[in-house]
């Protein structure tokens, strides 16, 4: 008996109306929609969280250009593989043929000399590059490529997304529409996939394989008494990489050194790419510890300039070091909720004006309606501060910043204190 393909596999779209989530790009007279139905689509980064649809949506371009699709990922394609396609490539612009797609799978785990030697076919016009990433391209992709791409922002799927997929699946697949399955509750399918579409899929064959019936009525219980001892097996060719990810970024926050060194470990034995742990850590610093230890900023920031130098694998010392230091030390979350308020005001009130007092007066008819005047230089007063106003009007006394509970920021929190008065309440 044939081996039968994952359900994910059996259920991916072929053509763009087939395809979930994503409007803002490939809806119905959307940006990149249009760039594929015009024809003249130019060599592309999408960038996007995992199982939203990178790869596929690549294939569907080539499907629908009618043009050969060859295939790489930067994990285990190194720049011979890149030029072995290249070449190939090159044959069939002698015999006249349509310009192939060249998807490159989390491009940002490609190196220096592999990008570049990507750089010259996307300069000859040999190829249309299509890279998919995880990671923010204008730091994994080369300036001299990226700027030859346009980037694509891929989103979360919604709920409704997710949804829809669990629908289709049942009523489309070739094995599952012959069950009688119905699903009584969502919510555990949907935790456990994290968003990802394929590993929703996946969850879902696993529950309905474990069960076994022709008739089955799908509920939470049901799900997380099959799928949990059963998900990291099903999930050994590597979609266990962001759970790993998350495993240690949750470690350091929740103050665990041991714990945390051990998914450093779990990553380096997966050949995770030492700068970008070293980024996590650089993140986290701030995120999750900010002021209470200022510190810490200062050796996650040390950690990523040494990892850079030194290589692999000394590196791994390094970064046992930073992460014992950040899991250790005391948190805060202060500096993250307060950006947080900030945007969320600003989404909320729009544009308000800057106070005349403040603001900048580069020319003398700006000096001469205000721009300025009555700015007090804090400098020029006791202890350096002067009690005035800087938000705009409509904001004033607004507090979006919160010392947290620890040493370092209720010595903040009385300085707040001590200058403001009851201003912001402190």
Same mark, same amino acid.
């Given at each position: 008996?044939?081996?039968?393909?994952?359900?994910?596999?059996r259920?991916?779209?072929?053509?763009? !109306?087939?395809?979930?989530?994503?409007?803002?790009? =490939?809806?119905?007279?959307?940006?990149?929609?249009?760039?594929?139905? @015009?024809?003249?689509?130019?060599?592309?980064?999408?960038?996007?969280?995992?199982?939203?649809?990178?790869?596929?949506?690549?294939?569907?371009?080539?499907?629908?250009?009618?043009?050969?699709?060859?295939?790489?990922?930067?994990?285990?394609?190194?720049?011979?593989?890149?030029?072995?396609?290249?070449?190939?490539?090159?044959?069939?612009?002698?015999?006249?043929?349509?310009?192939?797609?060249?998807f490159?799978?989390?491009?940002?785990?490609?190196?220096?000399?592999?990008?570049?030697?990507?750089?010259? #076919?996307?300069?000859?016009?040999?190829?249309?590059l299509?890279?998919? %990433?995880t990671?923010?391209?204008?730091?994994?992709?080369?300036?001299?490529l990226?700027?030859?791409?346009?980037?694509?922002?891929?989103?979360?799927?919604?709920?409704?997304?997710?949804?829809?997929?669990?629908?289709? #699946?049942?009523?489309?697949?070739?094995?599952?529409?012959?069950?009688?399955?119905?699903?009584?509750?969502?919510?555990?399918?949907l935790?456990? @996939?994290?968003?990802?579409?394929?590993?929703?899929l996946?969850?879902?064959?696993?529950?309905?394989?474990?069960i076994?019936?022709?008739?089955?009525?799908?509920?939470?219980?049901? =799900?997380?008494?099959?799928?949990?001892?059963?998900?990291?097996?099903?999930?050994?060719?590597?979609?266990?990489?962001?759970?790993?990810?998350?495993?240690f970024?949750?470690?350091?926050?929740?103050?665990?050194?041991?714990?945390?060194?051990?998914?450093?470990?779990?990553?380096?034995?997966?050949?995770? !790419?030492?700068?970008?742990?070293?980024?996590?850590?650089?993140?986290?610093?701030?995120?999750?510890?900010?002021?209470?230890?200022?510190?810490?900023?200062?050796?996650?920031?040390?950690?990523?300039? #040494?990892?850079?130098?030194?290589?692999?694998?000394e590196?791994?010392?390094?970064?046992?070091?930073?992460?014992?230091?950040? #899991?250790?030390? =005391?948190?805060s979350?202060?500096?993250?909720?307060?950006?947080?308020?900030?945007?969320?005001?600003?989404?909320? %009130?729009?544009?308000?004006?800057?106070?005349?007092?403040?603001?900048?007066?580069?020319?003398?008819?700006?000096k001469?309606?205000?721009?300025?005047?009555?700015y007090?230089?804090?400098h020029?007063?006791?202890?350096?501060?002067?009690?005035?106003?800087?938000?705009?009007?409509?904001?004033?006394?607004?507090?979006?910043?919160?010392?947290?509970?620890?040493?370092?920021?209720?010595?903040?929190?009385?300085?707040?204190?001590?200058?403001?008065?009851?201003?912001?309440?402190?």
């Amino acid at each position: 008996m044939p081996t039968i393909p994952p359900l994910a596999e059996r259920m991916r779209p072929t053509s763009l !109306d087939e395809y979930v989530g994503q409007q803002h790009l =490939v809806g119905q007279n959307a940006i990149l929609r249009r760039a594929i139905e @015009s024809g003249n689509l130019p060599s592309l980064i999408l960038w996007g969280p995992p199982g939203v649809g990178k790869t596929t949506l690549a294939f569907i371009i080539s499907q629908q250009l009618k043009r050969p699709f060859f295939s790489l990922s930067a994990i285990n394609s190194g720049v011979k593989d890149v030029r072995e396609v290249i070449d190939k490539a090159a044959r069939l612009r002698e015999f006249e043929q349509n310009l192939p797609v060249l998807f490159i799978d989390e491009i940002h785990r490609f190196s220096k000399s592999q990008q570049d030697s990507l750089l010259g #076919a996307v300069e000859r016009g040999l190829v249309t590059l299509i890279g998919a %990433t995880t990671e923010n391209p204008s730091f994994e992709v080369i300036s001299a490529l990226l700027s030859r791409c346009q980037v694509y922002i891929l989103k979360h799927l919604t709920e409704d997304d997710l949804v829809q997929l669990i629908s289709r #699946a049942l009523k489309e697949d070739k094995y599952l529409s012959q069950k009688q399955v119905s699903i009584k509750e969502h919510e555990a399918l949907l935790r456990l @996939s994290g968003g990802d579409a394929r590993k929703l899929l996946n969850v879902l064959e696993i529950v309905i394989n474990a069960i076994g019936k022709e008739s089955l009525e799908i509920t939470n219980k049901l =799900v997380l008494d099959n799928v949990q001892q059963n998900l990291a097996l099903y999930d050994k060719a590597g979609e266990q990489h962001y759970d790993i990810i998350s495993a240690f970024i949750k470690s350091i926050r929740g103050s665990d050194p041991n714990a945390a060194v051990y998914w450093l470990a779990r990553m380096i034995a997966g050949g995770e !790419d030492p700068l970008f742990i070293a980024r996590r850590l650089l993140i986290l610093a701030s995120e999750d510890i900010g002021n209470a230890n200022p510190n810490a900023l200062l050796l996650a920031n040390n950690c990523f300039q #040494a990892v850079n130098v030194i290589g692999w694998p000394e590196s791994r010392i390094i970064l046992s070091q930073a992460v014992v230091y950040l #899991a250790s030390s =005391v948190k805060s979350n202060a500096s993250y909720e307060a950006i947080n308020k900030a945007q969320e005001l600003v989404a909320r %009130t729009g544009d308000l004006p800057v106070p005349l007092h403040i603001r900048n007066a580069p020319t003398k008819l700006m000096k001469d309606i205000g721009y300025g005047t009555e700015y007090k230089y804090s400098h020029a007063y006791d202890g350096n501060f002067s009690d005035q106003e800087y938000f705009p009007d409509k904001l004033t006394g607004t507090r979006l910043y919160e010392p947290g509970n620890n040493a370092a920021e209720l010595k903040l929190r009385e300085q707040l204190k001590r200058l403001w008065k009851d201003k912001y309440g402190y």
